[in-house]
């Protein structure tokens, strides 16, 4: 019997629900509490703990159907009947509860009772050195020896993750597809990486614990951990030559069908170019409708490269718009009765695509025009490799990651220098940490040299948190760089400390014959390290008064209560893919880095900032809360993907609308921030967008500003307040006119210049060539001309150039029927003019553009492209 893929998740769900499994939902694909993970990769993600918990479990025995995403086979998804990135895993676990004997059983009771898989077809792969897996098999199952395979390690051992934990061998089951799929070895069997035998279950004993020294000890509680692609068994039940031919993916391959308007011919290998955009867009689904946006850095980019991928094999299939977002919806009417937070997301899972496919359009045509003129170079050159530099173009430019650039070298027979990227990739880490704010600051640890001890004894606790003001002992002082400066470590503090974003605290240490201003307050390891001016006398051994600036200290947590409100107005208003993507917090502003995929409209950013000020004057009290990471996840607690936390941590709670894992100083009640203002949004990153904001003094401050500079608008154009909106606009409507008339008759100059340049064209082998000067007063215009005399010189090649804000400018061009004998691109052309002008430059084929800074250079630079293009027409 044909079963649907909803059928078959359900029949192994109640299989082993009968048998006494608490049946588990699937975890998000955002795994939680383990670091290492990007994505839930498996379904013993989510019961990892349960494996080496010495207490009670609130079961012993559980079955799941767990959404997947994995990379490991992404080269291989879509060329392969089997490889997925997005999947759905059905497994059985136990935890000190049953173990090989009922496991094995129950699965062939399952594949060949329950869904009638033919036993003839069946093989098992055990673990070679595994004989009770073997005995079970062949004795208890009765599977002829011949069909029970012993493999090693590589195949038939899972674990650990690490040098040292969990692991056991496995068993797993395979069905044989027929030799007409296969290698046509005498040899093949289970094993052999030809498709013929496609395991499908994999059972896993989890039962040796693996030592320092390499040893594996028995596990106290032997477990159970199995998995089984629920694609793979809908290919087999229904009878299907690949997972993309089943009721789960088959509908979206139709539909990429219906956008191109016509069948993928596989005879050109376009089935492959169609799967691998029906699995991404599965993948790309479920990511964002978990609240992960495209974006350069972790989950974010995973996202980003699938898009890209898909889009760009989209383009291959001849589309040549964005698509993907309009697969959204075949997605999630395949998958909604299982996951109905599908249905939930659908507009915004179709925006988020739809805005990265129109951000990557921007620069793939260029992007794919640049990668062929490097295969060019390669082809002529008769290298192999593309140059590391030339990828991180591509990705730096373009938007191309490595791994598309790598497939699309493949296809063409090249490979990719890889080491060459990531070295690339690193000078770009390195520099941009250097250059930003927001890069974290490395707490390294404390410098002992020229350190002088006045007292023993514990140092750096920090008081801060209820106290501005504490008497305190020196414990090590030393001179630093600067007339009179001194860096001081204290017993304990009431001084913060500059991190998590927060600047650090200033104030004053004095006795009654020493004072020493604190301006600078920082970590050094654990080490608080306190810098300032000595204003009187020396260091002493003795009690000082150390006092914070109470006003700024209480500036800065206006400003850092403030962020908690914005971030939690921002997920409700733009959606709870919203994360805090870097902050900054000082006594006058804040500024909030978050995900987004486009730009809040004016009314959303009116919206954000009522909202925000709704809960200022709603007073609401703010406490800090210490408890351990997993009670603050359990609550609701947002922590920052990435950021190591310790054993216990502290919140940060704001009534019932924001809780926060934050060491940061906070006010009391929202009422004392005063007044949310928000001074600018911005992207700074694809995805990544940048809320500048102040708060109390500081927003009356700009209130009053922005009302001085209405009066004084007001008094310049001689109107009314309540007319002031529409004589503004008079005389934008006004200037508007004018430039278009000075446009005009700038387009009527340069069309007089063009017709003098193609009347002075050398001809060369049948070929105009011009390189000339040109009075134009934009880039727009240089366009312009650019586009009429390639109009006029169809079977011409030239460069013009200008000066531009007094720096030089050039065009270059191909005519379309020069072009098509690729004997010179206009790319190679803007460059070579560029290079003598100390510039760069680049573009299409038919026209690109080049700039530089050495003005007096332009006619040099013009004759010396004229003599590139005669010598590449003599070739």
């Known amino acids: 019997m044909k079963y649907s893929t909803d059928q078959l998740r359900e029949i192994f769900v109640s299989f082993f629900r009968d048998r006494g499994h608490t049946v588990c939902p699937s975890s998000p694909l955002l795994a939680s509490g383990d670091p290492t993970l990007l994505f839930t990769a498996a379904g013993m993600v989510q019961f990892k703990e349960y494996y080496s918990a010495d207490g009670p479990l609130p079961f012993t025995r559980t079955v799941s159907a767990q959404k997947c995403l994995r990379l490991s086979d992404l080269e291989n998804v879509g060329k392969t009947i089997r490889h997925h990135t997005f999947f759905e895993m059905l497994g059985n676990f136990s935890f000190g509860d049953y173990f090989k004997e009922e496991t094995i059983a129950w699965a062939w009771e399952f594949v060949t009772r329950i869904i009638c898989l033919p036993e003839e077809r069946l093989w098992a792969s055990v673990f070679e050195e595994d004989d009770e897996a073997r005995r079970l098999w062949e004795q208890a199952i009765g599977l002829p020896s011949d069909k029970v395979v012993s493999l090693g390690k590589d195949d038939n051992f899972w674990g650990p993750v690490g040098r040292t934990g969990i692991c056991g061998p496995c068993s797993e089951i395979y069905i044989d597809l027929g030799a007409a799929a296969g290698c046509g070895k005498a040899d093949c069997r289970p094993g052999c990486d030809c498709d013929r035998f496609l395991e499908f279950w994999n059972l896993v004993f989890p039962q040796f614990y693996k030592e320092e020294d390499g040893t594996f000890s028995p596990l106290k509680k032997k477990g159970i951990d199995t998995g089984m692609g629920l694609e ?216 002992e040299a020229e350190w002088k001890r006045l007292s023993k004894g514990a140092h750096s606790r920090f008081v801060g948190y209820r106290k501005l003001e504490e008497t305190i002992r020196v414990r090590r002082f030393r001179h630093c760089e600067g007339e009179g400066r001194v860096q001081l470590l204290l017993d304990r503090t009431p001084f913060y400390g500059e991190s998590g974003g927060q600047v650090g605290d200033t104030g004053r240490l004095s006795t009654a014959t020493s004072m020493i201003e604190v301006d600078k307050v920082f970590y050094s390891g654990k080490a608080v390290v306190h810098e300032g001016r000595l204003a009187k006398g020396a260091v002493e051994d003795s009690p000082y008064e150390a006092v914070v600036d109470a006003e700024r200290r209480l500036s800065t947590a206006r400003n850092h209560t403030a962020t908690h409100l914005l971030h939690h107005v921002l997920r409700r208003v733009l959606g709870d893919h919203v994360r805090q993507a870097g902050s900054f917090v000082a006594p006058d502003r804040l500024r909030f880095d978050y995900t987004h995929f486009k730009a809040p409209s004016p009314a959303e950013l009116e919206e954000i900032e009522d909202l925000t000020n709704q809960l200022v004057l709603d007073d609401t009290p703010v406490r800090p809360q210490v408890s351990s990471y997993e009670e603050a996840i359990s609550e609701g607690a947002i922590a920052l993907f990435g950021e190591k936390y310790g054993e216990k941590v502290r919140q940060v709670v704001v009534g019932d609308v924001s809780r926060e894992l934050c060491g940061g100083t906070h006010v009391e009640r929202t009422g004392q921030i005063g007044h949310f203002l928000i001074v600018s949004d911005t992207a700074i990153g694809s995805g990544v967008r940048r809320v500048e904001a102040v708060t109390g003094l500081g927003a009356r401050s700009r209130i009053v500003e922005r009302g001085r500079l209405l009066s004084g608008i007001q008094s310049l154009v001689s109107g009314g307040e309540e007319e002031l909106l529409s004589t503004v606009s008079g005389l934008v409507k006004a200037a508007e006119t004018l430039r278009k008339r000075s446009e005009s008759d700038e387009k009527a100059r340069v069309l007089d210049e063009v017709e003098k340049i193609v009347s002075g064209a050398e001809e060369v082998s049948g070929v105009k060539v011009v390189a000339a000067r040109v009075d134009v007063g934009s880039q727009e215009m240089m366009r312009t001309a650019g586009d009429l005399l390639r109009g006029k010189l169809k079977r011409g090649a030239g460069v013009i150039g200008t000066v531009l804000d007094e720096k030089p400018f050039f065009l270059a061009f191909v005519g379309d029927a020069l072009l098509s004998e690729k004997t010179v691109m206009a790319g190679e052309i803007a460059r070579e003019a560029a290079r003598i002008v100390g510039g760069g430059g680049g573009g299409k084929p038919h026209m690109a553009t080049a700039g530089g800074r050495d003005a007096s250079s332009l006619e040099k630079a013009l004759q010396g492209a004229r003599t590139f293009i005669l010598k590449q027409l003599e070739r």
């Open 232 to 447: 793979r068994l809908a290919m087999i039940v229904q009878g299907e030559s690949s997972v993309y031919e089943t009721d789960a993916l088959r509908p979206i391959v139709s539909a990429i069908e219906e956008l191109i308007e016509r069948e993928v011919d596989p005879a050109v290998r376009e089935d492959i170019a169609a799967n691998v955009v029906a699995d991404h867009s599965r993948a790309l689904a479920f990511c964002i409708a978990e609240g992960i946006i495209p974006s350069n850095e972790g989950r974010g980019y995973v996202l980003r490269r699938l898009l890209r991928r898909a889009s760009r094999r989209m383009r291959t299939l001849g589309a040549r718009e964005p698509t993907l977002y309009r697969l959204v919806g075949v997605v999630v009417d395949i998958m909604k009765d299982v996951y109905p937070e599908l249905s939930a997301k659908r507009e915004h899972i179709a925006m988020v695509t739809r805005a990265e496919e129109e951000r990557f359009e921007k620069t793939l045509e260029l992007g794919i025009t640049r990668f062929e003129e490097l295969v060019s170079k390669l082809e002529a050159s008769g290298q192999k490799t593309m140059a590391g530099r030339d990828v991180f173009t591509l990705y730096d430019t373009y938007g191309f990651p490595p791994d598309l650039t790598q497939e699309m070298a493949q296809e063409k027979g090249f490979q990719i220098d890889t080491s060459g990227f990531e070295a690339e990739m690193e000078e770009q880490r390195r520099s941009a940490q250097e250059k930003s704010r927001f890069a974290p600051k490395e707490k390294k640890e404390l410098d």
